[in-house]
Structures are given as structure tokens and as C-alpha cells.
């Protein structure tokens, strides 16, 4: 307030305006001499230092927003990788878990594919070892019937040969060989033959 008095004191005084001018020295053709340097000096600084100083501070102002943002987003495309990351590891793990799972049942199928072939091949073992000893046993059939009819057959004509003709001779030796062919044959021969 006592600025705004004095001001409008100075500005009704003009006596005493000039007074003051004149106490301090002031001359009006130096005070615009020197009012125009000043306006001068200060475009130049404008021009030549302030003005390239304000574009370099607004260069790196964007430079830094530019990079903060580059940060902002470096940092999602990193939040992004870690959770593909961890979906491709999830995804791997499944898939070895079904690899494995995979695995093991292809293994249990071969092992049972082995197990059935091993059966089968046991079965047509023990069917050839069968026919074999079927075969075999018929072969012993054979020759303890044809040992056992010519044993009969000597015993026949020894006892026989002095009492009986040729002929019923004949008859008892075929007599003989029907009865041993019905033992041979008979179901109680094979199951005793078996337990010896």
C-alpha cells in the first residue's frame, strides 16, 4: 500500500520526480541507449543461448519420457515372456508327463504282447512236445505189439507144435493177436502204461 502512495505521489509530483532523477544521475539518452543494449543483450541471449538450451532440455526431456516408456514396456514384454514362460514350461511338463505315461504304456502293452507270444510259443512247445510223444508212443505200441505177437507167435508154435495141425495152429495164433490187440487198445492198458 505505501508502494502504491508513494508511486502515485511520484507520478502527481513532477517537480519532485525530477529531483530524484537528477540526485541519482540519470540521463535519458544513456538510460535508452542502455535500454536498448539490454533489449538487445537479451535477444541475443535468447536467440544464441537460451532458446538452444530450452530445445536441448526438451530433446532430452523426450529422450527420457521416450525411454521411461521403453522401460514401461520392456518391463510388460518381460512380465509377458516370464508368463509364457511359465505356460511353455506347463506345457512341457504335461507333455513329458504324457510321454511318460506314454511310455509306460507301451512298455506294459509290449510286456503283455511278449507274455501272450511266450504263451503261445510255450503252447506249440508243449502241442509239439505232444505230438511227439504221441507219435513215440505209438512207435512203442508198434514195437512192443510186433515184439509181444512174435514172442506170442514163438510161444504159440512151440506149445502147438507138436499137439495141433497147421491149420489150428493158424486159428490160435490169430486167436492171440486179436486178444493182445484189444489189451493193446484197451483204456486201463494206456492209463497203466502211463503211470510206469
Same mark, same amino acid.
Given at each position: 500500500?505505501?508502494?502504491?502512495?508513494?508511486?502515485?505521489?511520484?507520478?502527481?509530483?513532477?517537480?519532485?520526480?525530477?529531483?530524484?532523477?537528477?540526485?541519482?544521475?540519470?540521463?535519458?539518452?544513456?538510460?535508452?541507449?542502455?535500454?536498448?543494449?539490454?533489449?538487445?543483450?537479451?535477444?541475443?541471449?535468447?536467440?544464441?543461448?537460451?532458446?538452444?538450451?530450452?530445445?536441448?532440455?526438451?530433446?532430452?526431456?523426450?529422450?527420457?519420457?521416450?525411454?521411461?516408456?521403453?522401460?514401461?514396456?520392456?518391463?510388460?514384454?518381460?512380465?509377458?515372456?516370464?508368463?509364457?514362460?511359465?505356460?511353455?514350461?506347463?506345457?512341457?511338463?504335461?507333455?513329458?508327463?504324457?510321454?511318460?505315461?506314454?511310455?509306460?504304456?507301451?512298455?506294459?502293452?509290449? =510286456?503283455? $504282447?511278449? %507274455? !501272450?507270444?511266450?504263451?503261445?510259443?510255450? @503252447?506249440? *512247445?508243449? #502241442?509239439?512236445?505232444?505230438?511227439?510223444?504221441?507219435?513215440?508212443?505209438?512207435?512203442?505200441?508198434?514195437?512192443?505189439?510186433?515184439?509181444?505177437?512174435?514172442?506170442?507167435?514163438?510161444?504159440?508154435?512151440?506149445?502147438?507144435?507138436?499137439?495141433?495141425? =497147421?491149420? $489150428?495152429? %493158424? !486159428?490160435?495164433?490169430?486167436?492171440?493177436? @486179436?486178444? *493182445?490187440? #484189444?489189451?493193446?487198445?484197451?483204456?486201463?492198458?494206456?492209463?497203466?502204461?502211463?503211470?510206469?
Amino acid at each position: 500500500m505505501f508502494f502504491l502512495r508513494s508511486s502515485l505521489f511520484f507520478a502527481f509530483d513532477r517537480q519532485a520526480l525530477l529531483g530524484l532523477v537528477e540526485r541519482f544521475g540519470i540521463r535519458g539518452d544513456l538510460l535508452l541507449l542502455q535500454s536498448v543494449n539490454f533489449v538487445a543483450m537479451v535477444a541475443v541471449l535468447y536467440i544464441f543461448a537460451f532458446r538452444p538450451v530450452m530445445r536441448i532440455m526438451e530433446e532430452r526431456r523426450k529422450r527420457i519420457a521416450v525411454g521411461l516408456a521403453q522401460a514401461e514396456e520392456a518391463k510388460g514384454k518381460l512380465q509377458e515372456a516370464e508368463k509364457l514362460r511359465q505356460q511353455m514350461l506347463k506345457g512341457a511338463q504335461c507333455k513329458a508327463q504324457q510321454i511318460v505315461s506314454g511310455a509306460k504304456e507301451r512298455a506294459k502293452t509290449y =510286456a503283455l $504282447e511278449q %507274455e !501272450k507270444a511266450a504263451e503261445a510259443r510255450a @503252447k506249440c *512247445l508243449i #502241442e509239439q512236445a505232444r505230438e511227439v510223444i504221441a507219435r513215440e508212443k505209438e512207435r512203442l505200441f508198434e514195437e512192443v505189439y510186433r515184439e509181444t505177437r512174435a514172442t506170442i507167435v514163438s510161444l504159440a508154435e512151440r506149445v502147438l507144435a507138436y499137439d495141433v495141425n =497147421a491149420s $489150428e495152429r %493158424e !486159428k490160435y495164433i490169430r486167436s492171440a493177436e @486179436k486178444f *493182445l490187440m #484189444e489189451e493193446l487198445h484197451d483204456e486201463d492198458f494206456a492209463i497203466s502204461s502211463k503211470n510206469r
